[in-house]
């Protein structure tokens, strides 16, 4: 049917700030969403209160409400607009539950407001554990026996009766929480108390668990007349028992008998049309026995899901647009194929690649936490990676996740001792993976191994092929001698120069060198959603080693965004939103842009945010090759975070330019000792320092400098291995701990100064002129990493004088580092005595949040001074905020039992809520103050 042209204006409701469970793929969605509905003429608001997404950017939406997801906020929006219809379903469980709550308060009838792209009946259908299961089995499919239970005591009599191992699965909640895995009667009482405890309705459902057989998931797209497509088959490599986010993932599937495929197609199909009247996307988990292969169902979410990103992704195929579009009346056979433009979007997306999907954990950020995985999810982000086949894509996913891994194993961080292996194969780890592989390598055979990780034996033979070529890569002692046959073989199964290099323990240059000589090199294919079958337009590529390059530059002047890569805490969402506006601004600036990024969930990634988009790690090998092949102006690596930064010195080494501040001044702010050399000679206060390469250095400049001293390593990111000691037995821990686990950094040592506050200014110069964007003053101390501090925008307590210090600083030294583009600079001050902390001459995580409250395109403006297109004087920056903002950072420590939820130097947070306040004695700001206090004096 044609579109609906009753609806002129839709409200969608945004996701929140990041937690475990709920990240940035909705954004990716309800930006999509809202692209989608503009496209029609659609007036489109916005509600989230995540201010460091692109969703709740101008250039998204045509109204943008930055206010808490309440249903007091809704009722401000519906007051103010002439609102048709809510989209709930592109913000999560979080929009979800805020719909079905305002429909029971009846604002929705009140205000005549139409719910579309959902049924609300299907949610609590789908989300009711015991009703889902009737429904399931009354339809014929096959459920696991299960019980629900809403007391203690009926939870004990469903284990009683249903026999272990058993698996406990709150109602209504996100990400697994609450829910476990229990073998013995022993572990069930505490198990069901927990999950009893985290279902908002006190119900559980307890499960028989199939531990050990197959997990899949299928990802569908219905519209009003009941059509059905399946979009995506995905295969997660880890067994049942591991919570999907935190599963290894590859489509399409490899191990899926076409039978057993078929019946699964047709039971999806059956069940989302089972689900209520709505048109939109959909998710459903199997799971299938893999000696008999019986299949049954594990849940459904009759909306967009956090698959659906990888699934858009992965295919080509935009879920979210084209469900959005849905939702205002279209059918999938009246919607064009956005990649091939000719075609139908009534179509299944064919994929000629793999794509393996790979979790990113910060164990190290939860002290006191274990980094086994199970039901509930860990994972802060995700890596995509595509190949031509399944090991070139595993390998290009390790070499995605930011852990400095080169690929799966062969790079310096094997383990040797076999029992430490087989424990860690039981005990399903985050590195469960790269065990696999040390395994196979001490020679345990691939069946012993099947048994004991449950993982499909084919994966299992396919990573014994790795160890299979290694030893053969070991019969040659120099580069030149690998003959080309094996050189093109170890490439097309995905290793990197520097692997191959470790292997041979020789130089990874003379390798790279060695492999240009013999010509082979990348080439790149279009990801086209139909396997080349129609002719595509989407400038989307990937890389292999192929003998057909489907990847022709254009003879336009063209600039490289360098991404950020995976979330994780310290470089999150905020950094796609720069990458968003680089890309725009370099647009405007009549620069083609060329994006490289492998984050699924991110707006950066969308296949039309560039002009050409390279899904490829952000690591120095396929760099180098886009841009012999591409021959840009140069790169952009200010928006990108640590990620990109770090490889400021290679695109030094190499001469090619970096747009904005060059590599010298950028590593003098990195580097603490010239950087405080620089402060001295510009007599601007610092805290007292030292640099140590071992303890007994560390030492002596500890009992110089004076306790307490704040310890950290060089060149980390969100104060990674920051601590605060206060005696040589605490300093001696802690710098041996660095040693360890960072052993190439060096280790500064500062004075910490004591109930000293916090502040810190965003600012952009352009080489001759400094703009202040904004002076955020800290509600927590100094001590407290500034991305767990609640921030407040303007300043509430600092004195004119010190924050004309701060000016006056900020203004030096944003000249003395020669930079053009972005900077931050942290201070503390004492007794209305200003210090610099540090200067991040770059994006930093405050400039999406200062932009928002201000209403000024900061980031547009900052690319345009980078690449020399503008002086800051050509711009109108005028700061339009009534009041105060305030950054509210949020934790997800509930998935971690017994972990440390202290705060200190090092960054715990996931993400961050804004909230915008009148004046000081708003009751929030004032509770927030308060624990201002409590810090300082507890």
Same mark, same amino acid.
């Given at each position: 049917?044609?579109?609906?042209?009753?609806?002129?204006?839709?409200?969608?409701?945004?996701?929140?700030?990041?937690?475990?469970?709920?990240?940035?793929?909705?954004?990716?969605?309800?930006? &999509?969403?809202?692209?989608?509905?503009?496209?029609?003429?659609?007036?489109?608001?916005?509600?989230?209160?995540?201010?460091?997404?692109?969703?709740?950017?101008?250039?998204?939406?045509?109204?943008?409400?930055?206010?808490?997801?309440?249903?007091?906020?809704?009722?401000?929006?519906?007051?103010?607009?002439?609102?048709?219809?809510?989209?709930?379903?592109?913000?999560?469980?979080?929009?979800?539950?805020?719909?079905?709550?305002?429909?029971?308060?009846?604002?929705?009838?009140?205000?005549?407001?139409?719910?579309?792209?959902?049924?609300?009946?299907?949610?609590?259908?789908?989300?009711?554990?015991?009703?889902?299961?009737?429904?399931?089995?009354? !339809?014929?499919?096959?459920?696991?026996?299960?019980?629900?239970?809403?007391?203690?005591?009926?939870?004990?009599?469903?284990?009683?009766?249903?026999?272990?191992?058993?698996?406990?699965?709150?109602?209504?909640?996100?990400?697994?929480?609450?829910?476990?895995?229990?073998?013995?009667?022993?572990?069930?009482?505490?198990?069901?108390?927990?999950?009893?405890?985290?279902?908002?309705?006190?119900?559980?459902?307890?499960?028989?668990?199939? $531990?050990?057989?197959?997990?899949?998931?299928?990802?569908?797209?219905?519209?009003?007349?009941?059509?059905?497509?399946?979009?995506?088959?995905?295969?997660?490599?880890?067994?049942?028992?591991?919570?999907?986010?935190?599963?290894?993932?590859?489509?399409?599937?490899?191990?899926?008998?076409?039978?057993?495929?078929?019946?699964?197609?047709?039971?999806?199909?059956?069940?989302?049309?089972?689900?209520?009247?709505?048109?939109?996307?959909?998710?459903?988990?199997?799971?299938?026995?893999?000696?008999?292969?019986?299949?049954?169902?594990?849940?459904?979410?009759?909306?967009?899901?956090?698959?659906?990103?990888?699934?858009?992704?992965?295919?080509?195929?935009?879920?979210?647009?084209?469900?959005?579009?849905?939702?205002?009346?279209?059918?999938?056979?009246?919607?064009?194929?956005?990649?091939?433009?000719?075609?139908?979007?009534?179509?299944?997306?064919?994929?000629?690649?793999?794509?393996?999907?790979?979790?990113?954990?910060?164990?190290?950020?939860?002290?006191?936490?274990?980094?086994?995985?199970?039901?509930?999810?860990?994972?802060?982000? /995700?890596?995509?990676?595509?190949?031509?086949?399944?090991?070139?894509?595993?390998?290009?996913?390790?070499?995605?996740?930011?852990?400095?891994?080169?690929?799966?194993?062969?790079?310096?961080?094997?383990?040797?001792?076999?029992?430490?292996?087989?424990?860690? $194969?039981?005990?399903?780890?985050?590195?469960?993976?790269?065990?696999?592989?040390?395994?196979?390598?001490?020679?345990?055979?691939?069946?012993?191994?099947?048994?004991?990780?449950?993982?499909?034996?084919?994966?299992?033979?396919?990573?014994?092929?790795?160890?299979?070529?290694?030893?053969?890569?070991?019969?040659?002692?120099?580069?030149?001698?690998?003959?080309?046959?094996?050189?093109?073989?170890?490439?097309?199964?995905?290793?990197?120069?520097?692997?191959?290099?470790?292997?041979?323990?020789?130089?990874?240059?003379?390798?790279?060198?060695?492999?240009?000589? $013999?010509?082979?090199?990348?080439?790149?294919?279009?990801?086209?959603?139909?396997?080349?079958?129609?002719?595509?337009?989407?400038?989307?590529?990937?890389?292999?080693?192929?003998?057909?390059?489907?990847?022709?530059?254009?003879?336009?002047?063209?600039?490289?965004?360098?991404?950020?890569?995976?979330?994780? !805490?310290? &470089?999150?969402?905020?950094?796609?939103?720069?990458?968003?506006?680089?890309?725009?601004?370099?647009?405007?600036?009549?620069?083609?842009?060329?994006?490289?990024?492998?984050?699924?969930?991110?707006?950066?990634?969308?296949?039309?945010?560039?002009?050409?988009?390279?899904?490829?790690?952000?690591?120095?090998?396929?760099?180098? *090759?886009?841009?012999?092949?591409?021959?840009?102006?140069?790169?952009?690596?200010?928006?990108?975070?640590?990620?990109?930064?770090?490889?400021? /010195?290679?695109?030094?080494?190499?001469?090619?330019?970096?747009?904005?501040?060059?590599?010298?001044?950028?590593?003098?702010?990195?580097?603490?000792?010239?950087?405080?050399?620089?402060?001295? *000679?510009?007599?601007?206060?610092?805290?007292?320092?030292?640099?140590?390469?071992?303890?007994? /250095?560390?030492?002596?400049?500890?009992?110089?400098?004076?306790?307490?001293?704040?310890?950290?390593?060089?060149?980390?990111?969100?104060?990674?291995?920051?601590?605060?000691?206060?005696?040589?037995? /605490?300093?001696?821990?802690?710098?041996?701990?660095?040693?360890?686990?960072?052993?190439?950094?060096?280790?500064?040592?500062?004075?910490?100064?004591?109930?000293?506050?916090?502040? *810190?200014?965003?600012?952009?110069?352009?080489?001759?002129?400094?703009?202040?964007?904004?002076?955020?003053?800290?509600?927590?101390?100094?001590?407290?990493?500034?991305?767990?501090?609640?921030?407040?925008?303007?300043?509430?307590?600092?004195?004119?004088?010190?924050?004309?210090?701060?000016?006056?600083?900020?203004?030096?030294?944003?000249?003395?580092?020669?930079?053009?583009?972005?900077?931050?600079? &942290?201070?503390?001050?004492?007794? *209305?005595?200003?210090?610099?902390?540090?200067?991040?001459?770059?994006?930093?995580?405050?400039?999406?949040?200062?932009?928002?409250?201000?209403?000024?395109?900061?980031?547009?403006?900052?690319?345009?001074?980078?690449?020399?297109?503008?002086?800051?004087?050509?711009?109108?920056?005028?700061?339009?905020?009534?009041?105060?903002?305030?950054?509210?950072?949020?934790?997800?420590?509930?998935?971690?039992?017994?972990?440390?939820?202290?705060?200190?130097?090092?960054?715990?947070?996931?993400?961050?809520?804004?909230?915008?306040?009148?004046?000081?004695?708003?009751?929030?700001?004032?509770?927030?103050?308060?624990?201002?206090?409590?810090?300082?004096?507890?």
């Amino acid at each position: 049917m044609p579109k609906d042209n009753s609806i002129r204006s839709v409200l969608i409701i945004g996701s929140g700030p990041i937690i475990i469970g709920q990240a940035c793929e909705f954004d990716y969605s309800g930006s &999509q969403a809202s692209r989608s509905l503009r496209e029609e003429g659609i007036e489109v608001s916005l509600i989230n209160s995540n201010p460091a997404t692109i969703m709740t950017d101008p250039v998204t939406a045509d109204h943008i409400y930055l206010k808490p997801l309440t249903p007091e906020s809704i009722i401000e929006v519906l007051e103010e607009r002439q609102i048709d219809a809510v989209l709930p379903t592109m913000g999560g469980q979080t929009a979800l539950n805020l719909a079905i709550e305002a429909g029971k308060m009846g604002i929705w009838d009140k205000y005549n407001i139409r719910l579309i792209g959902v049924d609300l009946e299907a949610i609590e259908l789908a989300e009711n554990r015991e009703a889902f299961r009737e429904h399931a089995q009354k !339809i014929g499919l096959k459920v696991a026996p299960s019980k629900i239970a809403n007391s203690f005591l009926e939870g004990m009599e469903a284990a009683q009766n249903i026999g272990f191992p058993l698996v406990i699965r709150p109602s209504y909640t996100l990400g697994g929480y609450g829910g476990s895995f229990v073998h013995t009667k022993e572990e069930f009482e505490e198990a069901l108390k927990r999950g009893l405890n985290a279902s908002p309705t006190h119900e559980v459902l307890v499960e028989k668990a199939v $531990l050990g057989w197959k997990e899949y998931e299928l990802e569908l797209l219905r519209d009003a007349n009941d059509n059905v497509v399946i979009i995506c088959t995905v295969e997660n490599l880890d067994p049942m028992g591991i919570h999907t986010g935190d599963s290894i993932t590859v489509a399409p599937a490899m191990t899926l008998a076409d039978s057993t495929y078929q019946q699964m197609r047709n039971e999806g199909i059956l069940l989302m049309r089972s689900m209520g009247n709505f048109a939109g996307g959909c998710n459903v988990q199997f799971s299938i026995d893999p000696v008999t292969e019986e299949i049954i169902v594990i849940e459904i979410n009759p909306r967009v899901s956090r698959s659906s990103a990888l699934a858009s992704k992965a295919t080509g195929y935009p879920i979210a647009k084209i469900a959005a579009k849905m939702a205002i009346g279209y059918t999938l056979d009246e919607l064009k194929n956005q990649i091939t433009k000719t075609t139908s979007a009534y179509f299944e997306p064919t994929l000629d690649y793999v794509i393996v999907k790979m979790p990113r954990w910060n164990f190290d950020k939860f002290k006191g936490s274990v980094n086994t995985l199970g039901l509930q999810m860990k994972s802060v982000g /995700e890596v995509m990676a595509i190949g031509r086949n399944f090991l070139e894509a595993l390998q290009k996913a390790c070499q995605s996740q930011e852990n400095n891994r080169m690929g799966l194993g062969a790079d310096k961080k094997e383990w040797i001792r076999t029992d430490d292996i087989l424990e860690r $194969l039981e005990k399903v780890g985050d590195d469960r993976i790269y065990r696999v592989k040390d395994a196979l390598r001490l020679g345990v055979p691939v069946k012993s191994i099947c048994n004991i990780t449950k993982i499909d034996p084919w994966y299992i033979e396919q990573i014994k092929r790795l160890v299979d070529i290694e030893k053969e890569l070991l019969r040659f002692n120099v580069a030149e001698d690998i003959p080309e046959s094996l050189m093109r073989q170890l490439k097309t199964m995905g290793y990197s120069d520097a692997q191959i290099a470790w292997i041979m323990r020789i130089e990874e240059d003379q390798v790279r060198a060695h492999r240009k000589a $013999l010509g082979i090199r990348r080439t790149y294919k279009m990801v086209d959603t139909c396997a080349a079958e129609f002719e595509a337009k989407t400038p989307y590529f990937y890389s292999t080693f192929d003998n057909e390059n489907e990847s022709i530059p254009t003879d336009r002047k063209k600039i490289i965004v360098l991404g950020s890569g995976p979330n994780r !805490i310290g &470089q999150g969402i905020e950094f796609d939103y720069c990458c968003v506006h680089g890309l725009i601004a370099l647009k405007e600036a009549g620069y083609e842009a060329i994006m490289i990024n492998c984050n699924p969930e991110t707006v950066s990634t969308d296949f039309d945010m560039a002009d050409k988009l390279y899904f490829e790690p952000v690591f120095w090998e396929h760099i180098e *090759e886009i841009i012999e092949l591409e021959k840009p102006e140069g790169v952009i690596i200010q928006l990108g975070g640590q990620t990109a930064l770090k490889l400021a /010195e290679k695109f030094h080494e190499h001469g090619i330019k970096i747009f904005g501040t060059d590599f010298k001044n950028m590593d003098m702010a990195e580097d603490r000792g010239a950087f405080s050399d620089l402060l001295k *000679e510009m007599d601007i206060p610092y805290p007292k320092y030292g640099v140590a390469e071992t303890i007994e /250095e560390a030492l002596k400049i500890a009992n110089e400098v004076g306790y307490p001293v704040l310890i950290r390593p060089s060149y980390v990111l969100g104060g990674q291995r920051m601590k605060i000691v206060i005696n040589d037995h /605490e300093l001696e821990r802690h710098v041996l701990s660095i040693f360890k686990h960072l052993p190439d950094n060096k280790v500064l040592i500062d004075q910490f100064l004591e109930r000293a506050k916090e502040a *810190e200014i965003d600012s952009i110069c352009d080489g001759e002129d400094v703009h202040i964007m904004g002076i955020m003053e800290h509600i927590e101390p100094a001590g407290i990493h500034s991305g767990d501090s609640s921030a407040v925008l303007p300043t509430y307590s600092l004195s004119d004088q010190v924050i004309e210090t701060m000016k006056d600083y900020t203004k030096r030294l944003a000249l003395a580092l020669k930079t053009k583009g972005l900077i931050n600079i &942290q201070f503390a001050i004492k007794d *209305e005595k200003v210090y610099v902390i540090e200067a991040n001459p770059r994006a930093s995580r405050t400039t999406p949040f200062i932009a928002k409250a201000y209403q000024v395109p900061y980031l547009n403006i900052a690319t345009k001074v980078m690449i020399g297109a503008n002086k800051l004087k050509d711009f109108e920056m005028v700061n339009n905020l009534d009041g105060y903002a305030i950054k509210v950072p949020v934790f997800s420590f509930n998935k971690f039992p017994n972990v440390d939820k202290r705060l200190g130097p090092e960054m715990k947070s996931t993400g961050e809520a804004i909230r915008f306040i009148k004046d000081l004695n708003d009751p929030f700001f004032r509770e927030l103050d308060r624990n201002r206090s409590l810090y300082l004096y507890q």
